[in-house]
């Protein structure tokens, strides 16, 4: 579980990158529990600091809830 999580945030890393953010959904589903729990172990792991402001839950929306958390994440000042 968070598998594929864990290897986005080790390439990030990899790549110099150390303010990661997070979307999920708002909908509480195992899969999505899953997910997040990948990412703040893989943050974890990495050294990484945890902002949990970074952290986006949205509805699940087919056509606009990735868009409009990924907007909230970029409207963020940093």
């Given at each position: 579980?968070?598998?594929?999580?864990?290897?986005?945030?080790?390439?990030?890393?990899?790549?110099?990158?150390?303010?990661?953010?997070?979307?999920?959904?708002?909908t509480?589903?195992?899969?999505?529990?899953?997910?997040?729990?990948?990412?703040?172990?893989?943050?974890?792991?990495?050294?990484?600091?945890?902002?949990?402001?970074?952290?986006?839950?949205?509805?699940?929306?087919?056509?606009?809830?990735?868009?409009?958390a990924?907007?909230?994440?970029?409207?963020?000042?940093?």
């Amino acid at each position: 579980e968070g598998t594929g999580i864990y290897q986005a945030v080790a390439y990030l890393r990899s790549l110099g990158h150390q303010q990661i953010g997070f979307i999920s959904s708002s909908t509480p589903l195992t899969t999505y529990r899953h997910k997040e729990q990948g990412f703040y172990r893989a943050m974890q792991i990495a050294s990484l600091a945890l902002n949990e402001s970074w952290i986006i839950r949205e509805e699940q929306e087919y056509e606009a809830g990735g868009f409009s958390a990924m907007q909230k994440l970029m409207d963020m000042p940093k």
